[in-house]
Each structure stands twice: as C-alpha cells, then as structure tokens.
C-alpha cells in the first residue's frame, strides 16, 4: 500500500494568513493526489484533484502543486469558514489510502 | 446536485454482521462511470478505505478487510450498501459513503466528488 504523510499534524493561524500543508508518498503517485476539506457534522468536501486542479466551486485562494512524492495544498488568505482538518489521498493505485490529516485552527 | 445519505444501526454487536446503506438522491446509481465508495475512521484514527462498487456490479476491496466485506448496488432503491461480517470493538468506526469519480488528462485521474455526513457505528455487547 502506498503510505501517505502530512504535516503538520496541525497548526494554529489567523485570519489573513497564509498556510501550506504538505503531503508526501511513500512512492511516486505522478499527480494522482486529491485533496479534502473535514469539518465536524458536515460532509467532507473536495478541493483540489490531480494535485493541482481547482474542483468546480471552490474559492480561488486555495491551491495545489506538486507531483511525484511531494505535494502541497496551500490556502492563499485564511477565512473563518477554513478552520476544518484538511486530508490528502491518493488515487493511483488500489487501496485508496489517506494522509493523517492537518488540523487547521484559530490563534 | 447529487447527494449521499448513509443510514443502519449505531450499534452492533461482536460477531454480528454490520449492515449500512447509502442513499442516492438527485443522480443514479446505475449512470454514468462513476464507482461508489465506503471509507470509514475509528476515533483517534485515520481514513481507511473500505472498497467501491462500479455500476456494473464490479468491485474492489482493501485486502485487509477482503474476507469480511461485502459491496452491493440496488439500483430499483437507488442505493448501494456496505456488509461487514464478524465485527469486533476494532469496526467500530464513522463510516462513509462517497461517489469517486474520474476526470480525464493526461490520465485517469480519480477522486471522491461527492460525500456522505458519515454514520458511527459502535461495536459493543
């Protein structure tokens, strides 16, 4: 199974910051890496596919880039509606598996 | 706008058989290229994919859960459902449901477009 890391495990900022999360693979996946918004109660929400591309609906400031074994998911300007956990996941290959997660929340 | 919605016990007992079933409302089930998911996440813990469905009645699971896991499609409910034999405390789990779809690029390039709230089972006598 490809293995999945991210950091951080969380992180604290404000509103207005910039933030990046990464997210390595255990082998190269190309650019097969999609990206998830988790907030409790809700249904979990798709950001970002192919690593890079903007999934039809979600705001511009978010942003994926990467490819190979390293990537990124960067959140141009914190809004209040962006404190949630955020998941990578990789879709090469069979099983499907997952990042841990990056918890984002208020300073 | 397709939505999922997942419904069945909360609570099942060890050795029991856990039964889950997601509701499709505004597409169907048996259109399009799309595969239909379950994931689930014990608490304190990560994601773990569970296996999908495609339309055709094709399936794939994760092989540690291959023995004991059972994907199904009714397309006359419109729904897909999740079976999940000989359960321990270790299922217990918020399970999900979700709908992978695929784009293509330069490849196929799959991710899970639409989700279910999620549902937490708890294995317990």
């Known amino acids: 199974d490809i293995q999945m890391t991210q950091s951080p495990s969380s992180l604290s900022a404000s509103v207005g910051d910039r933030v990046t999360i990464t997210c390595r693979a255990s082998q190269s996946i190309s650019s097969y890496l999609n990206w998830y918004q988790w907030k409790p109660g809700k249904a979990p929400k798709l950001l970002i596919y192919a690593a890079s591309s903007l999934q039809s609906g979600v705001p511009s400031r978010f942003s994926g880039s990467g490819s190979g074994t390293d990537f990124t998911l960067t959140i141009s300007s914190l809004q209040p509606e962006d404190f949630a956990t955020y998941y990578c996941q990789q879709s090469y290959s069979i099983p499907r598996t997952f990042g841990q997660g990056t918890k984002v929340e208020i300073k | 706008q397709v939505q999922l919605q997942e419904s069945g016990p909360g609570l099942v007992k060890p050795s029991e058989t856990l039964s889950l079933t997601c509701t499709v409302s505004?597409?169907?089930?048996?259109?399009?290229?799309?595969?239909w998911t379950w994931s689930r996440q014990p608490p304190g813990k990560g994601l773990e994919w569970i296996g999908y469905i495609y339309n055709s009645g094709s399936t794939n699971y994760n092989p540690p859960l291959k023995s004991r896991v059972t994907i199904s499609l009714d397309t006359s409910k419109n729904q897909f459902s999740l079976k999940l034999s000989s359960v321990t405390a270790a299922d217990s789990a918020v399970y999900y449901c979700?709908?992978?779809?695929?784009?293509?690029?330069?490849?196929?390039?799959?991710?899970?477009?639409?989700w279910g709230k999620g549902t937490t089972v708890t294995v317990s006598s």
């Open positions: 505004g597409g169907s089930v048996s259109s399009g290229s799309y595969y």
């Open positions: 979700a709908r992978e779809a695929y784009n293509y690029g330069s490849g196929y390039y799959y991710y899970m477009d639409v």
